[in-house]
């Protein structure tokens, strides 16, 4: 029986999905994002294992703060990293009718069936230029591209999120280039600019890896706002 390797929940996120959502935080992830929060799911270290069966007994304890509109979101790290353990999480998920929703970057491969049993797919884009996004995350951007002519395909309700970062992709230009690739794209249902914030420093300093946005201010958030709404107009 596969067993799945989580960094941590969150028992009552009101922020990865519709309403009150039990959050999944998978360990592993291929990309090395410049603004990356959560480094210590980079690497995939054991830290709570459990089979899906078990997973999905102790969300069902939160059932009840689910309502209408609540659910699961599996995120993480990259939960794709573990698409066998993913896909039996989904469909037990699936046995008790909850709602199912994917907070992914997208790159993976095996997930032609997990999509099956998603919901909904909270798409990191990272950024649509090929070169930006390789300085960024250290990969390809074609896993990305692949995940997302999928999700096209068998027709998957999309929200989609852009980190944005200071001198790298928070100008006016940036955002009306964001707004047009975003044209071309169906069942998009809700676009969020995030803003960049340096919180995580400590967690680089602790782990020993070096910080490669160490001199880049945060995010201003009325900024950030101003750009959502030229986004969304």
């Known amino acids: 029986m596969v067993k ?43 830290k709570i294992e459990m089979t899906a069966e078990e997973l999905v007994k102790k969300i069902l304890k939160y059932l009840p703060y689910f309502g209408d509109d609540g659910g699961v ?32 970057s997208g790159f993976g491969d095996d997930y032609e069936e997990i999509l099956d049993y998603v919901d909904l797919v909270i798409l990191d884009v990272k950024a649509i230029d090929k070169e930006k996004y390789k300085a960024l995350t250290g990969q390809a951007i074609d896993k990305y591209n692949k995940f997302l002519e999928t999700c096209q395909r068998k027709n998957k309700k999309l929200w989609l999120r852009q980190v944005i970062v200071p001198g790298y992709n928070d100008t006016k230009e940036d955002i009306l280039k964001l707004k047009d690739y975003i044209k071309n794209i169906k069942n998009v249902e809700r676009v969020e600019l995030l803003p960049y914030h340096s919180m995580a420093k400590e967690k680089y300093k ?22 959502e709404k030229l986004l969304n107009d």
């Not at 799945?4 to 935080?25: A, C, K």
């Not at 602790?206 to 750009?227: A, F, P, S, T």
């Open 206 to 227: 602790n782990l020993g890896i070096k910080y490669r946005l160490e001199n880049v201010l945060d995010m201003d958030k009325e900024k950030c706002k101003q750009l």
């Open 4 to 46: 799945g390797n989580i960094d941590s929940f969150e028992t009552m996120g009101l922020v990865d999905g519709p309403g009150v959502r039990f959050v999944v935080f998978m360990q592993g992830c291929p990309l090395r994002c410049a603004y990356c929060h959560n480094p210590e799911t980079w690497t995939g270290v054991k």
């Open 73 to 104: 979101t599996f995120s993480g790290g990259e939960p794709l990293k573990q698409p066998k353990f993913l896909l039996e999480a989904l469909k037990e998920c699936k046995k008790h009718g909850l709602h199912t929703c994917l907070d992914t």
